[in-house]
C-alpha cells in the first residue's frame, strides 16, 4: 500500500435517477474533478444507457487519466443490491426485472464496479465527507419525491441478509392510515413524508380551508414548494401542512431510534427545504415518542453535502468503502 | 492459540430477571457443566447480592477449577450496557441508578465480565448454540412479562451509539393507543404483545362478551396461560385475544424487516406457548405490511433453546463473542 498515491486515485461516482443520471469523476478528498449527467428515460435498453453513459464519461477519463489512476465505478440506483450488483423491479427505472448492472459496466468500463441503492450512497458520501464525518452510527432518510434511508451502525451500512435492509420510507406510521399511490400500503412513512405526500396532505387541508392562501394556485401547482412560499407568508393552513408532516416524520423517527440508537439522523432532500417548519415538529413528536433513556441524545440534522453533488460523492463513496 | 485446549475453557453466564438471578457454568458447545439460582430482590443492596452470588458460585468453581479454566463472566440484565458496563436506570431491579456492575463483579471474582441486556445475551446464544447458528442477519424478540430485543446484522449485535439499542418492545405500533402502564407511552409493542398486554386484552374482550368462557375466571387469574386453556377448548373470545396480539405483533415485525431485512426473527419467552393462536396471524400480519421484495423471505420461528437453560447460555456467549 505504501507505494500508492492516494492524491492519484480517483473514482466514478454514477447517481442514477428515474429521469435523470449524474456522473462525477472524485478523488479521496471528496472533491469533484468533472462532471456531467444524461437522460435515465431516453434508454429503453439498459444496454444503450451504458453504451450512452461511456461515450459521455470517456473523454473525462482520457482527460484524467494521464495522471490519475481509476479504482472503479460506484453506482447508487433504486432498487440495486449490493450483494449480487443488480438492480432489481425498480418501478421508476426504463429496465425492467433483474439487471446485472455492475456485470455490465465492467463489461463495457473494464473497471470494478459496486452498487448500491441511492440512499446507502448517500448516507456513505455523508459519512465520508459530510454531516457524519466521524461518526460509527446514524440514519440517514432522504426526502424527495419518495423516502429513502441508509442505516449505518458500527461504521457500517446495514444491507441485511439479502441487500434490501433500509427500506424505512415504507415502514408503517399509521395502521390503515394513507394508501401509498405505488405500494398499496396503507400508512407508511413515504405516504404522509416525501413530497408527494405533501402534496396529498395540502391538496386536502385546502379544501377544508377556502381562506388558505393555498386556494389561490391550480391544483397541479400544489407542492412542497408553494406550500413553502404560503407557509413563510404565515398561512396558518401551510404551516399546518408541515407540522401534521412533521409530526408523522418525528413519530417515524422515534421508532428508528429504539432499533438503532443512533448519534445522529440525517435528513437530505427537496422537502427539507421546508426547514424548522418540518424540523421542529419532527424533533419534538421524536422525543415525545422516545424511551427516556434515548431522550435529547439523538441529533436531528440537515446534511451538509452539496445537494448537485452529494449523489455522485455517495456513489464514488461505495468504490472505497469496499 | 494453538496451545489453549478449547474443551478446557468455560465461561459464567448470569442472567439477572427482577424476580430470580440465574447462573450456569458453559463450555464452549454450550453445554451447561452446574447451575443455581438465587433471588434478586433479596438483595437491596448491589454489593450484597454480589456477595451472594459469590457465595453460590464459589463451590462450584472449586469443583470444575481442577480441570478447568474459567475465561470470564458474561452477565444479561435489564437495562445493562455493553460499552460502559453499567446496568443504567432499571425499573425492575432493587438497585437505582446507575450500577457499575462489570467492575463490582470483576472486583469480586477476580475475572473479566461483560455485560448486556437480557435480550441481546439471548440473541448471542441463539446465534451461538440455538435456531439461529450459522445466520449473519436475525432479529430476536423475547415476549415475556415485557418486550425485548436483540439485533444481528452482519454476524454482530448492533448496540448503537451508546449501547441502548435495540429497544423495539418500545416502539409505537399503534399512534394514541394503548397507554402503558410504566413508559406511560401509547400504543407500544409491549402494551400490546407482552403477558400484561394479553391480560389486558383478554379483561376487556371477556367485559364485552359475557358469552366467553374467560368469564368463569376470577380477575386474578386472567393471565396468558388461562387465556391459551381458553382458547385450546376452542373459545372464540379466547382465540380473538391471540389473534389481535398477533397482529400487532405481525405489523411491528413488518416494520423490522424493512430496517434490517433479517434472515428470520426467532421469538422467544412465555408468550410464545399460545402457538399457532398467535404465529398464525403473526405471520400474516407481517406478510401484508412488508413491501413485495421482502415477502415470503423471512423465517419467523420460535426459538430451539431450552427455555431454563437459554438465558444462561446467552449470558456466557458474551465471554466468547469478545
Known sequence: MSLIDLSKQVAL??????????????????????KGNLKTDAYDKVEDFIDALYDHVF????????????????????????????????????????IPFAELMTAKFNLPCTVTNDANAAALGEMLFGAARGMKDFIMITLGTGVGSGIIANGNLIYGHDGFAGELGHTIVKPGGRKHWSTGSEGSLEAYASATGITITAKKMRAEFPESMLNQYPEDEINSKTVYECAIKEDPIAIEVFRYT???????????????????????????????????PAKLHMERNLLPIFRNKVKLVFSELDEADAAILGASALVWEK
Do not use: C
Open 246 to 280: 412533521g409530526q408523522k416524520l418525528g413519530e417515524a423517527l422515534a421508532n428508528f431510534v429504539m432499533f438503532s440508537s443512533p448519534e445522529a439522523i440525517l435528513l437530505f432532500g427537496g422537502v427539507i427545504k421546508a426547514g424548522d417548519f418540518i424540523l421542529k
Open 59 to 98: 473523454p473525462l477519463m482520457e482527460k484524467h487519466g494521464a495522471e490519475k489512476h481509476f479504482d472503479g465505478i460506484g453506482v447508487g440506483a433504486p432498487n440495486a443490491n449490493y450483494y449480487k450488483g443488480t438492480i432489481e423491479l425498480a418501478p421508476n427505472l426504463p429496465w425492467k426485472g433483474v
Open 13 to 34: 461516482g454514477v447517481d442514477i435517477g428515474g429521469t435523470n443520471t449524474k456522473f462525477g469523476i472524485v478523488n479521496h478528498r471528496g472533491e469533484v474533478l468533472d
